[in-house]
């Protein structure tokens, strides 16, 4: 079975600190690094996403650092806000598997006012 | 821009009693599709994938079943649903041979009584 391990399960930040988000995989296949946020009630919607060739990349106040030798990756928020506060899942896919992605069991990240 | 709708947003259904969602997809032309489900507080659970008309992969076996009619349109169906089949399904699309990301629908909550 190839896994993707998410930890933690939940996470509590105070505004304004770092939210950090570990991811895991087996596969070395896998060429495709996305994370996704969901709000209660709402479908998964796409972050940021990362490819093994590079090591970090950075959107707004959302990085991804990747480790390809620990086969490796995380999600920071920075400045977290308590509008972050929502259910964060990584994932993984490689090519010729019909797009099928690997998801994590997800974190439910907590940004305390 | 594409847009991906589901209906029912929620369902209440009696145990034994038929279950048809609906999924289309707007704006894409052969997409990938996906039927997950999602227990409360749970990860995410691929129950089916097609990658063109008529072609259905199921991941787990279960008491549902997909058909894609068309090239945008998604369904699952049950002929006799069970206490186990609550939960909340997400459809989501991907395009043919892009960057693997997936994109989902506001889902549909159903709660099997």
């Known amino acids: 079975q190839q896994q993707v391990k998410q930890s933690p399960q939940s996470l509590i930040v105070q505004k304004g600190g770092i939210s950090i988000i570990n991811c895991a995989y087996e596969n070395t296949a896998f060429d495709y690094f996305p994370w996704y946020q969901q709000f209660p009630g709402k479908g998964p919607a796409l972050l940021i996403a990362?490819?093994?060739?590079?090591s970090e990349k950075k959107e707004g106040r959302f990085t991804i650092s990747f480790n390809k030798s620990a086969k490796q990756f995380s999600l920071h928020i920075m400045d977290s806000q308590p509008g972050d506060s929502a259910t964060y899942f990584c994932?993984?896919?490689?090519?010729?598997?019909?797009?099928?992605?690997?998801f994590g069991d997800g974190t439910t990240l907590t940004v305390k006012p | 821009s594409q847009t991906i709708h589901q209906w029912p947003a929620t369902l209440v259904q009696p145990v034994g009693s038929p279950l048809s969602l609906e999924c289309t997809v707007e704006g894409t032309s052969n997409p990938n599709l996906y039927w997950y489900r999602q227990a409360a507080g749970r990860g995410l659970q691929l129950l089916f994938y097609s990658v063109g008309i008529g072609q259905i992969s199921s991941e787990v076996p279960q008491n549902l079943s997909a058909s894609r009619p068309q090239d945008r349109q998604f369904i699952l169906s049950s002929k006799k649903l069970l206490l186990s089949d609550s939960g909340f399904y997400l459809c989501?699309?991907?395009?043919?041979?892009?960057?693997?990301?997936?994109?989902f629908g506001p889902g549909t909550r159903l709660t099997v009584t």
């Open positions: 989501a699309w991907q395009r043919q041979g892009g960057l693997y990301e997936q994109y």
């Open positions: 990362i490819r093994p060739d590079v």
């Open positions: 994932a993984a896919s490689m090519r010729g598997n019909a797009g099928k992605s690997t």
